[in-house]
């Protein structure tokens, strides 16, 4: 049996118009003779607009219930296409989450896949010739329903091809790729052929939202060829896969912006061994994502404690913080909202010095203040104001000459 996982996201679903043209990209494989997997998201819109009545109805969502209610926009998107589809004579059903079933742990509203039934799906595939998959959600072991986090529906698609082992895993969006950076921000932005897993998985953490950053973890490790391209044309677009050497001879290979950022400093915390671990282990125990640390240099024996959580988190790392004052022993807690992270990736910066200080003077130039830096061996990330964020953007993918394709000097 030769199985096809294709997924679309929200734009490509979002009416009547467009479900027909996604049809068009079902029925491709279909005729040839493979089973088709199809994965959908909700509609555009649909799980913020759910987000929003969960928010009106409630000031503390219950987080199961939140999940339960947000799950229920690709349970529309999946059954709607379903019954375009059997009116073209298809045999096909809709399949929701807990139906596949996809497993997960119980983390409601960030929950991660622990097993799918490849067994049980290849039984029903023996009925029908094209599975419509709800996306983002999946069922905990107490078979309450749990959905992946934003951008989830990547995931549920990659997972699915690992796990039925199909030959690639088809990413269909609203660009036709992966760019050099978002090019709805920078029209100068470039698309790539191809990009190594490592890059991709530094590109989505850092807040590209073309591919979910676990959906990029489970393609690396069950090597999974993911294919990134338009539901809108038939050009091909970036094949995400193993590293080559090729891909090595370029410095960087693109530049990511996340908004969705906010700045805590715990002000006047002792220097002394324990205080990280009493900081940073509670928020780690509620899965809240710590990304930027930075301890000022100690006076007094005390210090400052600066580090970044997405802004959704913000509240509760917080709450958490305020709880444990008195324990950690803190002076005053300030949080800022008002800032982004921008980054620039290449597997080529690995045996490559002066990149961070090319960005810096690039950013210099343009008068935007550094607020907090970190780097990696294949990354540098600066913290911003977020009001600067495009013009940041588009000054780095300029000052790497990426429009052209920027090959090491
Ligand atoms: P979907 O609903 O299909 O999942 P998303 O909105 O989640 O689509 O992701 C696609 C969007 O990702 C694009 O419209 C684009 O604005 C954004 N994006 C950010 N960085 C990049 C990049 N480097 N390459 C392509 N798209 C990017
Ligand atoms: N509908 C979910 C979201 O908007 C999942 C997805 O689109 O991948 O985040
Ligand atoms: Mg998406």
């Given at each position: 049996?030769?199985?096809?996982?294709?997924?679309?996201?929200?734009?490509?679903?979002?009416?009547?118009?467009?479900?027909?043209?996604?049809?068009?990209?079902?029925?491709?494989?279909?005729?040839?003779?493979?089973?088709?997997?199809?994965?959908?998201?909700?509609?555009?819109?649909?799980?913020?607009?759910?987000?929003?009545?969960?928010?009106?109805?409630?000031?503390?969502?219950?987080?199961?219930?939140?999940?339960?209610?947000?799950?229920?926009?690709?349970?529309?998107?999946?059954?709607?296409?379903?019954?375009?589809?059997?009116?073209?004579?298809?045999?096909?059903?809709?399949?929701?989450?807990?139906?596949?079933?996809?497993?997960?742990?119980?983390?409601?509203?960030?929950?991660?896949?622990?097993?799918?039934?490849?067994?049980?799906?290849?039984?029903?595939?023996?009925?029908?010739?094209?599975?419509?998959?709800?996306?983002?959600?999946?069922?905990?072991?107490?078979?309450?329903?749990?959905?992946?986090?934003r951008?989830?529906?990547?995931?549920?698609?990659?997972?699915?091809?690992?796990?039925?082992?199909?030959?690639?895993?088809?990413?269909?969006?609203?660009?036709?790729?992966?760019?050099?950076?978002?090019?709805?921000?920078?029209?100068?932005?470039?698309?790539?052929?191809?990009?190594?897993?490592?890059?991709?998985?530094?590109?989505?953490?850092?807040?590209?939202?073309?591919?979910?950053?676990?959906?990029?973890?489970?393609?690396?490790?069950?090597?999974?060829?993911?294919?990134?391209?338009?539901?809108?044309?038939?050009?091909?677009?970036?094949?995400?896969?193993?590293?080559?050497?090729?891909?090595?001879?370029?410095?960087?290979?693109?530049?990511?912006?996340?908004?969705d950022?906010?700045?805590?400093?715990?002000?006047?915390?002792?220097?002394?061994?324990?205080?990280?671990?009493?900081?940073?282990?509670?928020?780690?125990?509620?899965?809240?994502?710590?990304?930027?640390?930075?301890?000022?240099?100690?006076?007094?024996?005390?210090?400052?404690?600066?580090?970044?959580?997405p802004r959704a988190d913000v509240d509760q790392?917080?709450?958490?913080?305020?709880?444990?004052?008195?324990?950690?022993?803190?002076?005053?807690?300030?949080?800022?909202?008002?800032?982004?992270?921008?980054?620039?990736?290449?597997?080529?910066?690995?045996?490559?010095?002066?990149?961070?200080?090319?960005?810096?003077?690039?950013?210099?130039?343009?008068?935007?203040?550094?607020?907090?830096?970190?780097?990696?061996?294949?990354?540098?990330?600066?913290?911003?104001?977020?009001?600067?964020?495009?013009?940041?953007?588009?000054?780095?993918?300029?000052?790497?000459?990426?429009?052209?394709?920027?090959?090491?000097?």
């Amino acid at each position: 049996m030769n199985i096809v996982v294709q997924k679309f996201g929200g734009t490509s679903v979002r009416n009547l118009e467009c479900q027909r043209q996604v049809m068009q990209k079902v029925l491709r494989p279909y005729r040839e003779g493979n089973k088709v997997i199809v994965v959908l998201s909700a509609m555009a819109g649909e799980t913020n607009r759910l987000l929003e009545l969960a928010k009106e109805w409630s000031d503390n969502p219950d987080p199961a219930e939140a999940d339960s209610l947000i799950s229920t926009g690709e349970q529309i998107s999946c059954a709607l296409f379903a019954m375009l589809l059997k009116q073209q004579g298809v045999k096909c059903r809709s399949v929701l989450g807990f139906q596949a079933p996809v497993r997960t742990d119980c983390a409601y509203g960030k929950a991660r896949i622990t097993n799918i039934d490849a067994p049980k799906l290849k039984d029903i595939l023996q009925e029908y010739d094209v599975l419509v998959v709800a996306g983002f959600q999946g069922c905990d072991d107490c078979g309450r329903i749990t959905t992946l986090g934003r951008g989830g529906s990547d995931t549920s698609a990659v997972a699915l091809a690992a796990a039925l082992k199909a030959d690639v895993c088809e990413i269909y969006t609203d660009v036709p790729g992966v760019f050099t950076t978002d090019p709805n921000m920078c029209s100068g932005a470039r698309k790539m052929d191809r990009i190594a897993y490592d890059e991709m998985l530094e590109m989505a953490s850092m807040g590209a939202k073309v591919l979910q950053i676990r959906s990029v973890e489970f393609a690396k490790k069950y090597n999974v060829t993911v294919h990134v391209r338009s539901t809108f044309s038939d050009e091909p677009g970036t094949i995400v896969t193993q590293e080559d050497e090729s891909m090595e001879s370029v410095l960087v290979s693109g530049i990511a912006y996340d908004k969705d950022q906010a700045q805590i400093t715990l002000v006047h915390v002792m220097d002394q061994p324990g205080v990280s671990a009493q900081i940073f282990s509670p928020l780690a125990d509620q899965k809240i994502l710590v990304d930027m640390i930075v301890q000022s240099p100690s006076k007094d024996n005390l210090t400052d404690m600066t580090f970044t959580v997405p802004r959704a988190d913000v509240d509760q790392t917080i709450k958490t913080l305020e709880k444990l004052k008195y324990e950690i022993g803190y002076e005053e807690l300030t949080h800022n909202l008002n800032v982004s992270k921008v980054s620039i990736i290449g597997v080529g910066m690995r045996n490559h010095s002066g990149v961070a200080s090319r960005a810096f003077r690039a950013l210099a130039d343009e008068n935007v203040n550094i607020l907090m830096i970190s780097t990696s061996e294949i990354k540098v990330t600066c913290l911003i104001d977020d009001k600067y964020t495009e013009l940041a953007v588009r000054t780095l993918h300029k000052a790497f000459n990426l429009e052209e394709g920027n090959q090491k000097e």
